[in-house]
Each structure stands twice: as structure tokens, then as C-alpha cells.
């Protein structure tokens, strides 16, 4: 990593210890250091005894919340660790996600080509495909109430957003964006991040030289030709009510409020149909769609 200084965030919950080894694997050769922010983490003496075994390097760290924070507080805490350590760039993972041995270079030097033809770069991100179907996923583009779907296929693509994982940013640019929003505890953190960059003029750029494995693990259900990912009624919470939240900010165009909003609307009608625990699925769908409309931010309690 000749002349960047480049910190890996990763915050965890009950990962798969296997998994989490393979991505150290896929990683410790690409980054300067690696920052480990567990989030409550069930069998957290498990995941101590893996952290001290494989915390080898002067360079690796963790944080052990005793619960969970939300995404972004834990996501900020990684961040604000990697600052003191004089990162000059950010790069966030899940903790189920594998890079590819040259990811991050293609990363940097994507970011520094852009950067020479004079163009604002807020974050690179790769192509990721997701492992239980092998298929890439797209960038997404808005364009009024649409979102288009496009593929790089040699050059690098301007996209509106990108997801948090494989994400790498200048820690100049978050220091005039400013970090994760904390307030919405789960989901959606990474596209409001986005917008918020679009705003202070930075581009969000998917390379296709650059390539990670990421795990999309929801159950999928089928309602005649549409397939949607079936979430536990918990995290459907968050999803429905961090859509109407976004009402909230004006940096996040009108078009995709709009779009969240209504197709939040309905599919809480086609899930209450297809879900196998009703009850509940209702219920937390109700109170996150309460919520969001009362402006309520933070943890479900």
C-alpha cells in the first residue's frame, strides 16, 4: 500500500468464524490496518479468542460493544479509531464479505485516475457478486422516480449509490460529508450517506476492476413475477421506518422518497400475504411505518 495509508472497518455480529478467518485471509496483505467493532455479539468469548489469536499485527484492533449500538455508531467508532491512526483512506466491509487479492489497488488507483481528470471522487466502490447465485449487482442510478440499472463494463460508472460494503473513502471526504448517520440505527445508512455526498458534489463510482463476494443472506419469497427478499419482521422495522425517516432529508431526492414511500406501502400489502408469521411481520411493519412518520430515530424499543 505504497503511499496510502489504508484502514479496513469491519463491524460484526455473530459472524461465522470460518468466514470472518477466509476474509482476514483475502485482506491482511491489501490494508494497513484493520479495525474490528463487534456489535453484541452472542458467544462474544468465541469471538475474543479469535481476535486474540489472529490480532498478530501491531496493526489489527477491536471493539467490543457489550450490545448493539446500530451500524453507524459502531461503523464511527472503527472510523474514528482509523483517524487516530493517521488513515488517510476508509474502507468498509461486512463482516461476510471477501475481496478479491488486488481489490483495494484497483480501488485506489480508480479513485486516483478520476482524481487526475479532475473529478470530484467521494467513494469507489467494486463489482459484487453474490455468492448463493453468482450474479453481479448493479449500480443504481436515479432518474426521477426510476431507478436504472447499469453494469460497468470497462470503464468505471457514476452510480447514486452504492452499498456500505467494499466502499472506499478518502478520509478527507469524510471529514466534509461527515461520518455515517448514527440516528437510523440500521439500514439505509449507506444510501443516505451517498445522497448526502452527492450533495457536497462528490461522485459515487462502481469500478468492474475491482471485485468482491458479498453474502445477501434474507430468505427470498416469489408474488407472481416479483421476487423480494423476505426480512425478519425486526429488521422490516427499520426498512419501513427509515423510508418515511428520509422524508426528513432534503438531500435525498425527492423522487426516491417518493419510491421508498410507496413501494415500503406495498409490500408490507404483499408480504402480509406470503409471510409465515403474520402476526408479527404486521406488527413491527405497523410500528415502523408509525415511527417513521412520527420522526422517531434510534433503536426499536
Same mark, same amino acid.
Given at each position: 500500500?505504497?503511499?496510502?495509508?489504508?484502514?479496513?472497518? *469491519? @463491524?460484526?455480529? $455473530?459472524?461465522?468464524?470460518? &468466514? !470472518?478467518?477466509?476474509?482476514?485471509?483475502? /485482506? =491482511?496483505?491489501?490494508?494497513?490496518?484493520?479495525?474490528?467493532?463487534?456489535?453484541?455479539?452472542?458467544?462474544?468469548?468465541?469471538?475474543?479468542?479469535?481476535?486474540?489469536?489472529?490480532?498478530?499485527?501491531?496493526?489489527?484492533?477491536?471493539?467490543?460493544?457489550?450490545?448493539?449500538?446500530?451500524?453507524?455508531?459502531?461503523?464511527?467508532?472503527?472510523?474514528?479509531?482509523?483517524?487516530?491512526?493517521?488513515?488517510?483512506?476508509?474502507?468498509?466491509?461486512?463482516?461476510?464479505? *471477501? @475481496?478479491?487479492? $488486488?481489490?483495494?489497488?484497483? &480501488? !485506489?488507483?480508480?479513485?486516483?485516475?478520476? /482524481? =487526475?481528470?479532475?473529478?470530484?471522487?467521494?467513494?469507489?466502490?467494486?463489482?459484487?457478486?453474490?455468492?448463493?447465485?453468482?450474479?453481479?449487482?448493479?449500480?443504481?442510478?436515479?432518474?426521477?422516480?426510476?431507478?436504472?440499472?447499469?453494469?460497468?463494463?470497462?470503464?468505471?460508472?457514476?452510480?447514486?449509490?452504492?452499498?456500505?460494503?467494499?466502499?472506499?473513502?478518502?478520509?478527507?471526504?469524510?471529514?466534509?460529508?461527515?461520518?455515517?448517520?448514527?440516528?437510523?440505527? *440500521?439500514?439505509?445508512?449507506?444510501?443516505?450517506?451517498?445522497?448526502?455526498?452527492?450533495?457536497?458534489?462528490?461522485?459515487?463510482?462502481?469500478?468492474?476492476?475491482?471485485?468482491?463476494?458479498?453474502?445477501?443472506?434474507?430468505?427470498?419469497?416469489?408474488?407472481?413475477?416479483?421476487?423480494?427478499?423476505?426480512?425478519?419482521?425486526?429488521?422490516?422495522?427499520?426498512?419501513?421506518?427509515?423510508?418515511?425517516?428520509?422524508?426528513?432529508?432534503?438531500?435525498?431526492?425527492?423522487?426516491?422518497?417518493?419510491?421508498?414511500?410507496?413501494?415500503?406501502?406495498?409490500?408490507?400489502?404483499?408480504?402480509?400475504?406470503?409471510?409465515?408469521?403474520?402476526?408479527?411481520?404486521?406488527?413491527?411493519?405497523?410500528?415502523?411505518?408509525?415511527?417513521?412518520?412520527?420522526?422517531?430515530?434510534?433503536?426499536?424499543?
Amino acid at each position: 500500500m505504497v503511499g496510502n495509508n489504508v484502514f479496513a472497518i *469491519i @463491524v460484526t455480529f $455473530n459472524p461465522e468464524l470460518d &468466514l !470472518l478467518s477466509k476474509q482476514l485471509e483475502s /485482506l =491482511k496483505h491489501q490494508v494497513n490496518g484493520i479495525v474490528y467493532v463487534d456489535n453484541g455479539t452472542k458467544n462474544i468469548e468465541q469471538l475474543k479468542k479469535f481476535y486474540e489469536e489472529h490480532t498478530f499485527s501491531t496493526n489489527i484492533f477491536y471493539i467490543l460493544n457489550l450490545k448493539n449500538q446500530g451500524l453507524g455508531y459502531a461503523q464511527n467508532q472503527g472510523i474514528k479509531l482509523a483517524f487516530e491512526k493517521g488513515a488517510d483512506h476508509i474502507f468498509l466491509l461486512d463482516h461476510d464479505s *471477501i @475481496v478479491e487479492h $488486488n481489490c483495494i489497488y484497483q &480501488l !485506489l488507483e480508480t479513485e486516483k485516475s478520476l /482524481l =487526475k481528470k479532475g473529478i470530484k471522487v467521494g467513494l469507489v466502490g467494486p463489482v459484487f457478486v453474490n455468492v448463493h447465485n453468482n450474479l453481479p449487482s448493479p449500480a443504481s442510478i436515479m432518474q426521477g422516480l426510476c431507478i436504472k440499472k447499469r453494469f460497468p463494463k470497462n470503464d468505471p460508472i457514476f452510480a447514486s449509490y452504492l452499498i456500505a460494503s467494499g466502499s472506499l473513502i478518502r478520509t478527507n471526504v469524510l471529514k466534509t460529508v461527515g461520518l455515517i448517520d448514527e440516528k437510523l440505527f *440500521i439500514d439505509g445508512l449507506d444510501l443516505e450517506w451517498c445522497f448526502r455526498a452527492n450533495y457536497f458534489g462528490f461522485k459515487i463510482v462502481m469500478t468492474p476492476d475491482a471485485k468482491m463476494e458479498h453474502r445477501l443472506g434474507d430468505r427470498r419469497i416469489s408474488i407472481g413475477k416479483v421476487n423480494l427478499a423476505s426480512h425478519s419482521p425486526q429488521r422490516r422495522y427499520y426498512i419501513v421506518r427509515n423510508s418515511f425517516l428520509f422524508n426528513r432529508y432534503k438531500h435525498i431526492p425527492l423522487g426516491f422518497r417518493i419510491r421508498t414511500g410507496f413501494l415500503s406501502i406495498i409490500k408490507i400489502c404483499a408480504m402480509l400475504i406470503k409471510s409465515t408469521n403474520r402476526k408479527d411481520f404486521y406488527r413491527y411493519n405497523i410500528l415502523g411505518l408509525r415511527d417513521g412518520i412520527l420522526g422517531k430515530f434510534g433503536e426499536f424499543n
